[in-house]
């Protein structure tokens, strides 16, 4: 054994182990802190790690059977003892190793803060990140609540601009109010360094601005300042706000940051007035996704660039307004086009006005993803908007959704993860990256964020009907999915129907249909007429006498919608889709798989690839409850292999879910199942 280890020794593999150690440590903590700050994907940092573990054997034999000699490595057998300079090696190594050492103990002294592989805790360290906290309204006059939300939008979006600051995003310090117990707390969980608060008197003619800059981690004031104004010349105090914190932290502005931070967004008082108002009214409309308000914003909008022609900002904001009002409208059965032509004129407008401002190439990429709906153009009005503010959380929310668009998953969520770190306490991005995560099957990570998305709001609907699927799809655990979405709003109360069809329990869902308000928001050509899931519902609890009147009047209606030749192809097609059921239960199944086919021959061309997928998945269902698993089971077959809208086809679900009843038994959909059920247990 003594021999062995001078043996060991002579031909310097512990030497060899030893520095190897040592700079693979160092490697890995080097990985660990710089790799974020440059926004490298964390799977990076664990392949470093792997590798580092999976090279030490191979290190030690090669310092057994080799001997490093001026020729070369040579096999230690090959060396005559009296020629071997494993000495000399050795004297070398132990340079190395010490080398090694000391940079190890420099990084490990000289940057703690650094060792959480966060990026956000190394923008921290430098005092480079910061939260903009909501101003109060000090004004005695409670409906001007909106002036004071309105000045903080605006620092904040001028900081935004500027590419050396992280700034949190307004919808995650919202939740804190104006003035937090504990500051440091807040810090912490927000991941910053400074916190920015405020307050705003309005009264009359005079405004009165008052800022405070603060240490997150002591909560000591560094900086403070008031601003009085008159409403004539409130214009640019935001850029007098964000430069004076720029400087504060240290910040340096290049030219065109200098520029959009000065910059004026208006000279005119009542145009201003009317825009702050407006931003009140679209934020919720926004944020919600609903209609509430949204009208009175974009009529506020329009009010201030009547007021002001060239205010730029105005017609930015207009322009998305008008957009979000598309979808909704589009939703509900509304026309749409001529709604469609002025948000992209109001687009056109801002950046004739002002071809450098982020938020006219967002409004534009919107138009040009949600109307539009070319992902192309979108991908490249999004990457103008984050060239010119790179810190916008919506600017990369709205990349991502083109991204997913166009089939590029991992990319997307890689993406999320970046605009969920500028804005940490968003739900709606919790559960939009759980959703991004699940279509690129990373499902343990989704999980993980539709739990925080629920963490930081229980009435998260969306985050609690995403995650109860994930459950039903990767466990089949319907009452642990039914606990999910107790809530009784529509969405909530849907997905509780489908949860009990899951079970069988056509009975009990009925009983939540029958109870929901036959309405355009609660039934559009999304979901299908309320009559068609009745008789679907009734049709499947063998109440046939009850099904046939309800489906036999709903498949008119949708006959109509369906050879509408005015009708949007989308809307023909959903039309198409639904249509389809009603013939598959009314037992016309050749006359449905004929409608199904001229449905998705109205698919256009330019159709993004997530919403092929989609129409994929959706066509699937529709063949097979005509009964045709020849058709349905070749599309699942793509579906269930690949990321995105059928990532969620487990083999669990397709078992669970009577929708595929009528091609259970047969043996292509048999197959598909062990495949599936084979796949499904190598991605646990």
């Given at each position: 054994?003594?021999?062995?280890?001078?043996?060991?020794?002579?031909?310097?593999?512990?030497?060899?182990?030893?520095?190897?150690?040592?700079?693979?440590?160092?490697?890995?903590?080097?990985?660990?802190?710089?790799?974020?700050?440059?926004?490298?994907?964390?799977?990076?940092?664990?392949?470093?790690?792997?590798?580092?573990?999976?090279?030490?054997?191979?290190?030690?034999?090669?310092?057994?059977?080799?001997?490093l000699t001026p020729q070369g490595l040579v096999l230690e057998s090959h060396v005559p003892r009296e020629a071997s300079i494993t000495r000399l090696t050795g004297r070398r190594l132990d340079r190395w190793i010490i080398a090694a050492l000391s940079l190890a103990v420099v990084v490990l002294l000289g940057d703690k803060p650094a060792l959480h592989h966060d990026g956000r805790a190394s923008l921290a360290a430098q005092g480079k990140s910061i939260a903009v906290l909501p101003f109060e309204n000090l004004s005695d006059d409670k409906d001007n609540a909106y002036f004071?939300?309105?000045?903080?939008?605006?620092?904040?979006?001028?900081?935004?601009?500027?590419?050396?600051?992280?700034?949190?995003?307004?919808?995650?310090?919202?939740?804190?109010?104006?003035?937090?117990?504990?500051?440091?707390?807040?810090?912490?969980?927000?991941?910053?360094?400074?916190?920015?608060?405020?307050?705003?008197?309005?009264?009359?003619?005079?405004?009165?601005?008052?800022?405070?800059?603060?240490?997150?981690?002591?909560?000591?004031?560094?900086?403070?300042?008031?601003?009085?104004?008159?409403?004539?010349?409130?214009?640019?105090?935001?850029?007098?706000?964000?430069?004076?914190?720029?400087?504060?932290?240290?910040?340096?502005?290049?030219?065109?940051?200098?520029?959009?931070?000065?910059?004026?967004?208006?000279?005119?008082?009542?145009?201003?007035?009317?825009?702050?108002?407006?931003?009140?009214?679209?934020?919720?409309?926004?944020?919600?996704?609903?209609?509430?308000?949204?009208?009175?914003?974009?009529?506020?909008?329009?009010?201030?660039?009547?007021?002001?022609?060239?205010?730029?900002?105005?017609?930015?904001?207009?322009?998305?307004?008008?957009?979000?009002?598309?979808?909704?409208?589009?939703?509900?059965?509304?026309?749409?086009?001529?709604?469609?032509?002025?948000?992209?004129?109001?687009?056109?407008?801002?950046?004739?006005?002002?071809?450098?401002?982020?938020?006219?190439?967002?409004?534009?990429?919107?138009?040009?993803?949600?109307?539009?709906?070319?992902?192309?153009?979108?991908?490249?009005?999004?990457?103008?908007?984050?060239?010119?503010?790179?810190?916008?959380?919506?600017?990369?929310?709205?990349?991502?959704?083109?991204?997913?668009?166009?089939?590029?998953?991992?990319?997307?969520?890689?993406?999320?993860?970046?605009?969920?770190?500028?804005?940490?306490?968003?739900?709606?991005?919790?559960?939009?990256?759980?959703?991004?995560?699940?279509?690129?099957?990373?499902?343990?990570?989704?999980?993980?964020?539709?739990?925080?998305?629920?963490?930081?709001?229980?009435?998260?609907?969306?985050?609690?009907?995403?995650?109860?699927?994930?459950?039903?799809?990767?466990?089949?655990?319907?009452?642990?999915?039914?606990?999910?979405?107790?809530?009784?709003?529509?969405?909530?109360?849907?997905?509780?129907?489908?949860?009990?069809?899951?079970?069988?329990?056509?009975?009990?869902?009925?009983?939540?249909?029958?109870?929901?308000?036959?309405?355009?928001?609660?039934?559009?050509?999304?979901?299908?007429?309320?009559?068609?899931?009745?008789?679907?519902?009734?049709?499947?609890?063998?109440?046939?006498?009850?099904?046939?009147?309800?489906?036999?009047?709903?498949?008119?209606?949708?006959?109509?919608?369906?050879?509408?030749?005015?009708?949007?192809?989308?809307?023909?097609?959903?039309?198409?889709?639904?249509?389809?059921?009603?013939?598959?239960?009314?037992?016309?199944?050749?006359?449905?798989?004929?409608?199904?086919?001229?449905?998705?021959?109205?698919?256009?061309?330019?159709?993004?690839?997530?919403?092929?997928?989609?129409?994929?998945?959706?066509?699937?269902?529709?063949?097979?409850?005509?009964?045709?698993?020849?058709?349905?089971?070749?599309?699942?077959?793509?579906?269930?292999?690949?990321?995105?809208?059928?990532?969620?086809?487990?083999?669990?679900?397709?078992?669970?879910?009577?929708?595929?009843?009528?091609?259970?038994?047969?043996?292509?959909?048999?197959?598909?199942?062990?495949?599936?059920?084979?796949?499904?247990?190598?991605?646990?």
């Amino acid at each position: 054994m003594q021999s062995f280890v001078q043996e060991l020794r002579r031909r310097n593999v512990l030497r060899v182990a030893a520095f190897y150690a040592a700079a693979s440590w160092l490697l890995v903590q080097v990985a660990t802190q710089v790799f974020p700050f440059f926004d490298i994907p964390n799977w990076v940092v664990r392949l470093v790690v792997i590798a580092s573990i999976l090279g030490f054997p191979l290190a030690l034999a090669l310092s057994w059977f080799y001997e490093l000699t001026p020729q070369g490595l040579v096999l230690e057998s090959h060396v005559p003892r009296e020629a071997s300079i494993t000495r000399l090696t050795g004297r070398r190594l132990d340079r190395w190793i010490i080398a090694a050492l000391s940079l190890a103990v420099v990084v490990l002294l000289g940057d703690k803060p650094a060792l959480h592989h966060d990026g956000r805790a190394s923008l921290a360290a430098q005092g480079k990140s910061i939260a903009v906290l909501p101003f109060e309204n000090l004004s005695d006059d409670k409906d001007n609540a909106y002036f004071a939300s309105g000045i903080q939008d605006l620092i904040l979006t001028k900081l935004a601009g500027i590419a050396e600051l992280k700034v949190i995003a307004r919808t995650s310090t919202e939740k804190y109010g104006s003035h937090p117990d504990d500051l440091r707390i807040v810090a912490q969980q927000l991941g910053v360094a400074r916190i920015l608060e405020g307050s705003v008197q309005k009264a009359g003619n005079q405004t009165l601005v008052n800022v405070q800059l603060i240490d997150g981690s002591t909560g000591a004031h560094l900086w403070a300042e008031a601003y009085t104004r008159t409403l004539e010349n409130i214009f640019g105090v935001e850029g007098e706000v964000a430069q004076a914190v720029a400087d504060a932290m240290k910040a340096k502005l290049t030219q065109g940051e200098q520029q959009a931070v000065s910059a004026l967004p208006t000279a005119n008082p009542a145009a201003y007035d009317l825009f702050l108002r407006a931003e009140y009214f679209y934020d919720k409309a926004f944020r919600d996704f609903t209609g509430d308000g949204l009208d009175t914003a974009i009529d506020l909008y329009q009010q201030a660039v009547s007021s002001d022609p060239a205010f730029a900002l105005a017609w930015a904001r207009l322009s998305t307004a008008r957009s979000l009002a598309y979808i909704l409208d589009r939703r509900a059965g509304v026309p749409t086009q001529q709604i469609g032509e002025t948000a992209l004129a109001a687009a056109e407008q801002a950046l004739d006005l002002q071809p450098d401002l982020a938020e006219a190439h967002l409004a534009k990429g919107r138009w040009q993803a949600w109307i539009q709906r070319d992902t192309a153009a979108a991908a490249k009005s999004f990457d103008e908007a984050l060239r010119l503010r790179p810190n916008d959380s919506g600017a990369l929310f709205s990349k991502v959704i083109v991204l997913r668009n166009q089939g590029r998953y991992d990319e997307a969520a890689d993406l999320m993860a970046k605009a969920v770190s500028l804005d940490p306490r968003n739900t709606v991005l919790a559960d939009e990256q759980g959703s991004t995560l699940r279509n690129a099957r990373r499902f343990a990570q989704a999980e993980q964020s539709y739990q925080r998305a629920l963490a930081l709001d229980p009435d998260n609907v969306f985050g609690a009907i995403g995650y109860a699927w994930l459950v039903v799809s990767r466990y089949g655990d319907v009452p642990r999915a039914l606990a999910l979405v107790p809530g009784q709003d529509m969405q909530s109360r849907r997905m509780q129907a489908k949860l009990l069809t899951l079970q069988r329990k056509y009975r009990e869902a009925i009983a939540i249909y029958e109870g929901i308000p036959d309405s355009p928001r609660n039934f559009n050509i999304g979901t299908g007429p309320k009559a068609l899931r009745l008789g679907l519902l009734y049709q499947a609890a063998g109440e046939t006498e009850k099904a046939r009147p309800l489906l036999q009047e709903v498949r008119r209606q949708l006959q109509v919608w369906f050879d509408d030749p005015q009708g949007e192809p989308d809307r023909r097609y959903l039309a198409g889709m639904h249509l389809a059921e009603a013939e598959s239960a009314l037992g016309e199944r050749d006359a449905a798989v004929a409608t199904i086919d001229a449905a998705l021959a109205k698919i256009s061309p330019d159709e993004p690839v997530e919403g092929v997928l989609g129409k994929q998945s959706d066509a699937a269902e529709a063949y097979a409850q005509a009964g045709r698993a020849d058709l349905a089971v070749p599309l699942l077959q793509q579906l269930i292999s690949q990321q995105g809208p059928g990532a969620d086809l487990s083999a669990i679900l397709l078992r669970l879910d009577p929708v595929w009843d009528a091609i259970r038994d047969d043996p292509r959909f048999v197959k598909l199942l062990v495949d599936a059920e084979a796949r499904d247990r190598s991605s646990v």
